[in-house]
């Protein structure tokens, strides 16, 4: 009996361990991505922001030294970073959207993700829709999209539905060329 008492009081402070360690690593990344102020960010990334996104509202920032940036953002070796340069990711929120945009301190845009929900559709992909979904009607919709400075990808999600009946999710490209149904 002392032996299974042994054996749980073991199990059991081990499982208080793993919570401790882990929160050990999550506390690795925020030291070396600080959240910061807005006044702590170069004023030519906010303007950018300001310029790219103007129906965007700013939640917060945070600071990213070039190693992280490089790990979390799986930058190319050709773009050659300095370790000194700054990058600032900005968590944006506006009507049914919300993106994350990466800058640096020259206020460049590297890269965006933005996914926005209930937004108009392209007239491609209602009159998709309407040719080969005869009695469905869309039901909610949103776009995934990566911005890059020089193009955009995107993919559209529709969901539609027959009456009460059946629903349907149907794939299509940042033009509104239908991708696949899923």
Known sequence: MKMVKSGL????????LVPTLRAQDDQDVILEA??????????EVMAAYRKQFPN????DIMKLPTSVYKKDWQIEEQNKPEPDDEYYTLNLTGTNMKLEALYDK???L?????????????????????????GYSIKK???KRFIQPTQ?????????AEGKGSTRRLLFDKDGNFLKEQ
Not at 56 to 59: E, F, I, V
Request: aromatic content about 6%; glycine content about 4%.
């Open 9 to 16: 009081f073991l199990l059991l402070l081990l499982i208080g």
């Open 34 to 43: 600080k959240k910061i102020d807005k006044s702590q960010v170069p004023p």
């Open 56 to 59: 965007a509202n700013l939640k």
């Open 106 to 108: 020259h206020g460049n």
């Open 110 to 134: 590297i890269r965006a993700n933005e996914i926005a929900k209930d937004v108009a559709l392209p007239k491609s992909i209602a009159s998709y829709i309407v040719t080969n979904y005869k």
């Open 141 to 143: 919709d949103k776009v």
């Open 152 to 160: 955009t990808s995107a993919t559209w999600e529709v969901t539609i």
